[in-house]
């Protein structure tokens, strides 16, 4: 049964898995909105020609990326270094130039912009729709934010009102948030100098499959990248996928680098890494048949651990609301009758409930140590090196246990 076209290459695709009816992940609502909260059918596919893991159905972008987005980058002092590191890389290797312009898509609150501010010979232009994290970002010293949805229409205003192309153009976390990826990669040909490069940094579909992280499927992420799919998506617009590198954060990321066809060879790495990517069987259906079933044991296995424990008694709560929590509480039946509360460090998400029907609360994390819980599930499980480093003392002291979700359940002091 045919169900949808494939989105990058129209080729017809069926999903592989059917989530059911999803809220937008970081749609955290008032408890006066509830009724008022979009679902959306979730069904994800891989096509069979291009390799593109993608969602079948996607909420409109204006109803994601909005000036009320919940997600500030900033929030991680882990990842403002990640970012700093990679900035530093790249001053590094364009240090000759005179002067280069960096473009950013999907800029956020200005986390790794902003080490390009106030340096003369760099020129950095940030692309982000969401208003909200986009303003911020000003008080970054990001000075030119352009508060708008990336796409090859756009290149050809940045070019004339800037009067010059591109040496860097980064996409972090963001090019599986656009829907329209043929118009991102049109855009880049267009935008980057000839000796220039465009970077970008997704979740790795290869992590995701051989861990089982399935919570990074959500409405805002209609793609998970594989090199494979992004070797012929970039293909086909005279961009070519020459290096890259994985690394762990967001629980497993690629970060790959592209240059105008023929101005650099592919390196031993990236060819490895594609073959380890077809050794995994990415390109294969069969692959997505299993990885249906340890989703729903994944989810089963984590609803049983929360109802036992409540049913014994035990006050559960979540530390951390990530987006990527809105898929694993929702598909695993968790709901305020389990989790009592779930603290958070985002003004935006404090106070309001998680999307869907499981109204559990969010509040501020300031509070977390005023409350006895006996669990605590650690949601953005990507962040337990930052968070137990904060809160560990405090939880062994109370005998406070926790639950890490992902990749695989863990239950410690
Ligand atoms: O792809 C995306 C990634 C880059 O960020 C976006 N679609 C949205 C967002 O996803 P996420 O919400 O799953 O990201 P994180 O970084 O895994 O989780 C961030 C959440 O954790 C925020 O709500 C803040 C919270 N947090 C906290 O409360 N205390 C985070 C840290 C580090 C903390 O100490
Ligand atoms: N780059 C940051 C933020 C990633 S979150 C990081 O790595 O943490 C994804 C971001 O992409 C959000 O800020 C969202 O508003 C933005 N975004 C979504 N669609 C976009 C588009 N079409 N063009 C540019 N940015 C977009």
Not at 226 to 245: N, T, V
Not at 246 to 254: M, Q
Request: hydrophobic share 35%.
């Amino acid at each position: 049964m045919v169900i949808g076209k494939c989105r990058l290459c129209n080729n017809s695709i069926k999903p592989f898995i059917d989530f059911g009816k999803m809220p937008i992940a970081n749609a955290f609502y008032f408890k006066k909105d509830y009724n008022k909260q979009y679902y959306f059918d979730m069904k994800v596919a891989s096509c069979s020609r291009c390799y593109c893991f993608q969602l079948v159905n996607i909420p409109d972008p204006k109803l994601m990326f909005h000036e009320n987005y919940a997600y500030f980058a900033s929030t991680s002092k882990f990842m403002q270094i990640h970012w700093r590191k990679l900035s530093d890389k790249i001053k590094k290797k364009f240090k000759d130039n005179k002067h280069n312009t960096i473009i950013e898509i999907g800029s956020n609150d200005g986390i790794f912009l902003k080490n390009f501010s106030n340096i003369k010979k760099w020129t950095a232009i940030g692309v982000e729709p969401s208003k909200n994290v986009a303003k911020f970002s000003k008080f970054q010293g990001v000075k030119n934010v352009i508060v708008d949805f990336f796409n090859y229409e756009l290149t050809n205003k940045i070019i004339s009102k800037f009067k010059s192309k591109a040496d860097v153009v980064i996409s972090t976390n963001t090019m599986h948030h656009i829907e329209n990826t043929n118009s991102v990669f049109k855009g880049v040909k267009n935008i980057l100098n000839m000796k220039g490069i465009f970077i970008t940094e997704d979740p790795s579909l290869f992590e995701m499959i051989k861990k089982n992280t399935y919570d990074q499927i959500y409405a805002e992420h209609m793609y998970i990248w594989s090199a494979i799919s992004l070797d012929i998506i970039s293909k086909k617009h005279g961009l070519f996928l020459y290096d890259l590198e994985n690394n762990t954060v967001h629980g497993g990321c690629t970060r790959y680098y592209f240059c105008h066809r023929g101005h650099f060879k592919r390196t031993k790495r990236c060819n490895n890494f594609i073959t380890k990517e077809k050794k995994l069987g990415l390109d294969k259906a069969v692959t997505y048949k299993k990885f249906r079933e340890k989703i729903i044991n994944h989810s089963n296995k984590i609803y049983k651990i929360v109802y036992d424990l409540s049913n014994k008694g035990k006050k559960i709560c979540g530390y951390t609301a990530p987006a990527k929590s809105t898929t694993l509480i929702n598909f695993s039946r968790l709901n305020a009758n389990l989790i009592d509360k779930v603290f958070d460090n985002t003004k935006a998400k404090i106070g309001k409930n998680y999307p869907g029907k499981n109204k559990i609360p969010v509040k501020s994390s300031e509070d977390f140590r005023k409350e006895k819980c006996d669990y605590v599930i650690l949601f953005a499980w990507n962040h337990k090196k930052e968070i137990l480093k904060k809160e560990r003392s405090f939880t062994k002291k109370k005998s406070i246990k926790w639950i890490i979700p992902m990749p695989k359940i863990k239950i410690f002091k």
